[in-house]
C-alpha cells in the first residue's frame, strides 16, 4: 500500500483583489522525497509555499499535510502545527532584536526538548553546517544579506523539522556557499529523510538537490519529473527557463 503523501495540494485557486495566482494547481510531496518548484517571477511560487504552512488559504481546493487538512484547523492547532515546519523565507524574517544565537536557538526553546546546554550545541552545530563562524554574538543587522540568509536556514534546520520549506535559498548568496547550501539540503533529504520543497531559480541547485523538478506557470504546473525527465522536456516554455533564453513562448 503506498503511503499518504506528506504534502498534497488538491486544484488550488487563490486570487488576490480580483487577480488569479493560482489556478487549479496540484502536487503531490511524498514523504522523504526533495521537490523543486522553479518558474518566473510572481508565478505565484511563494504564495504557493505560503499554502503548505496555512499562512494562506486556498479560495478553491484543500491542502493536506500530514493527513491534516488545514482549511479545517483552527489558528491555534495551525500554529501548533506550524512549527513542526522549517522554513526559510525569501525575506529572511530574522528578529533584529535577538542575537543570531538566539535567533536559532528560538524554536528549539519553544519546543523545551533540549535543555540549555543542548541547545547551545545545537546552536553551534547549525552555524558550523552553513559555514558562519565567529558571528552568534552579533545582530542581524550587523551582518551582510547573505549571511542573514545562512542564519535564517540555520533557524530553520535546528529543530530537525519532518518538514523543510526553502524559499529561494539560494538567492544573493555566492557560488561556492550557494552550493555549500544545496549540499546541505541534499543532506537533510538523504540522511535525515526529511520532506523538503524548495523554491528556486537556480537550475543548478535544483539538479543538484531535486528528486523531483516541478515548473509552475501561469497558476499551475506544467511540467513535473525527475531531474532528467525535466531536462528532457519537449515543452517549449520549460526549455526557455532550463536555458535562460530571453527569447521564446515565456516572453511572448
Ligand atoms: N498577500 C498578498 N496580497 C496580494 N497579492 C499578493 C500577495 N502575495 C502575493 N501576491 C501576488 O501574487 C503574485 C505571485 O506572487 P509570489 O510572491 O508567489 O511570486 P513568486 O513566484 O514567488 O515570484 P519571485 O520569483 O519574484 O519571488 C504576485 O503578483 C504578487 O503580487
Ligand atoms: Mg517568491
Do not use: W, Y
Not at 5 to 21: M, N, R, T, Y
Not at 128 to 156: I, N, T, Y
Not at 177 to 184: C, G, P
Amino acid at each position: 500500500m503506498r503511503e499518504d503523501p506528506a504534502i498534497s495540494l488538491q486544484s488550488l485557486s487563490k486570487s488576490f483583489d480580483g487577480k488569479e495566482v493560482l489556478r487549479n494547481l496540484s502536487l503531490e510531496v511524498q514523504r522523504g522525497e526533495a521537490v523543486v518548484i522553479v518558474g518566473g517571477s510572481g508565478t505565484g511560487k511563494s504564495v504557493t509555499l505560503k499554502h503548505i504552512i496555512g499562512l494562506l488559504q486556498p479560495d478553491v481546493g484543500h491542502v493536506v499535510v500530514e493527513g491534516q487538512d488545514l482549511c479545517c484547523m483552527g489558528s491555534v492547532a495551525l500554529n501548533r502545527f506550524r512549527r513542526r515546519f522549517g522554513m526559510s523565507f525569501q525575506e529572511g524574517a530574522l528578529f533584529d532584536s535577538m542575537s543570531v544565537f538566539e535567533n536559532i536557538a528560538f524554536p528549539l526553546r519553544r519546543q523545551r526538548e533540549l535543555n540549555e546546554e543542548q541547545i547551545r550545541a545545537r546552536v553551534e552545530e547549525c552555524l558550523d553546517q552553513v559555514h558562519l563562524v565567529g558571528v552568534a554574538e552579533k545582530r542581524p543587522s550587523e551582518l551582510s544579506g547573505g549571511m542573514r540568509r545562512r542564519v535564517g536556514f540555520a533557524r530553520a534546520i535546528a529543530v530537525r523539522p519532518a518538514i523543510l520549506l526553502f524559499d529561494e535559498p539560494t538567492t544573493g548568496l555566492d557560488p561556492v556557499i550557494s552550493d555549500v547550501i544545496a549540499e546541505l539540503i541534499l543532506e537533510m533529504d538523504t540522511t535525515l529523510n526529511t520532506t523538503t520543497v524548495t523554491i528556486t531559480h537556480d537550475m543548478k541547485v535544483a539538479f543538484k538537490i531535486a528528486d523531483r523538478i516541478a515548473m509552475l506557470h501561469r497558476g499551475h504546473i506544467i511540467e513535473e519529473g525527475t531531474p532528467e525527465e525535466f531536462q528532457a522536456s519537449t515543452n517549449p516554455i520549460v526549455q526557455q527557463f532550463i536555458e535562460g533564453r530571453a527569447r521564446g513562448p515565456l516572453t511572448e
